[in-house]
Antibody, heavy 125, light 106 residues
Framework: EVQLVESGGGLVQPGGSLRLSCAASGFTFSSYWMSWVRQAPGRGLEWVANIKQDGSAKYYADSVKGRFTISRDNVKNSLYLQMNILRGEDTAVYYC??????????????????WGQGTLVSVSS | DIQMTQSPSSLSASVGDRVTITCRASQSITDYLNWYQQKPGKAPKLLIYGASSLQSGVPSRFSGSGSGTDFTLTISSLQPEDSATYYCQQSVTSWTFGRGTKVEVK
């Protein structure tokens, strides 16, 4: 059974830092792109970042670029999100998700396949 | 960035009704469009990928169609367990989501 378990959330002051972790099991972690997606309280979903299987490619939403860093450890089957210079608008439940792909007209098309249960990050003074 | 506009923002329908949710992209995304279902307090669940491919294990009453900029998610016969918020999402670039459609089952 695929499991993604996030941890590391909590209350942090504006300008502070936090590191989220996601422990993966039940699938070959090193074979999949991975992502972070967040959801502010009562709001919709927002993609945050993607990382390639070997960590050689990383992509970020403009809203977090330069402040957040996605990384992974394929030995520990873990995904991370280092969040710096946190702002109130970063308050959200953060989900880790695995990416899979199917066949689309223009080639491979990716989708968020498995999701964790989420970890809440609250940024407030 | 590609903007995704969903409509309606909410709807209420009866068990057995046919329900359609639309999603429009601000530019062509061919068929790089996915649909998710999210119930309160839970993580989203993939329903449809590539605009029309049903994810394994998802009931066949769910279907997706469209290409280019206009897409639809259809629930052919609404069930009580379909009460949820539904999101479309494009995977061309900077993977944006629609704002969601909340479906209430009367």
């Amino acid at each position: 059974e695929v499991q993604l378990v996030e941890s590391g959330g909590g209350l942090v002051q504006p300008g502070g830092s936090l590191r989220l972790s996601c422990a993966a099991s039940g699938f070959t972690f090193s074979s999949y792109w991975m992502s972070w997606v967040r959801q502010a309280p009562g709001r919709g979903l927002e993609w945050v970042a993607n990382i390639k299987q070997d960590g050689s490619a990383k992509y970020y939403a403009d809203s977090v670029k330069g402040r957040f860093t996605i990384s992974r450890d394929n030995v520990k089957n873990s995904l991370y999100l280092q969040m710096n210079i946190l702002r109130g608008e970063d308050t959200a439940v953060y989900y880790c998700a695995s990416l899979d792909y199917g066949s689309c007209s223009g080639g491979d098309c990716y989708y968020f396949d498995y999701w964790g249960q989420g970890t809440l990050v609250s940024v407030s003074s | 960035d590609i903007q995704m506009t969903q409509s309606p923002s909410s709807l209420s329908a009866s068990v057995g009704d046919r329900v359609t949710i639309t999603c429009r992209a601000s530019q062509s995304i061919t068929d790089y469009l996915n649909w998710y279902q999210q119930k309160p307090g839970k993580a989203p669940k993939l329903l449809i990928y590539g605009a029309s491919s049903l994810q394994s294990g998802v009931p066949s009453r769910f279907s997706g169609s469209g290409s280019g900029t206009d897409f639809t998610l259809t629930i052919s016969s609404l069930q009580p367990e379909d009460s949820a918020t539904y999101y479309c999402q494009q995977s061309v670039t900077s993977w944006t989501f629609g704002r969601g459609t909340k479906v209430e089952v009367k």
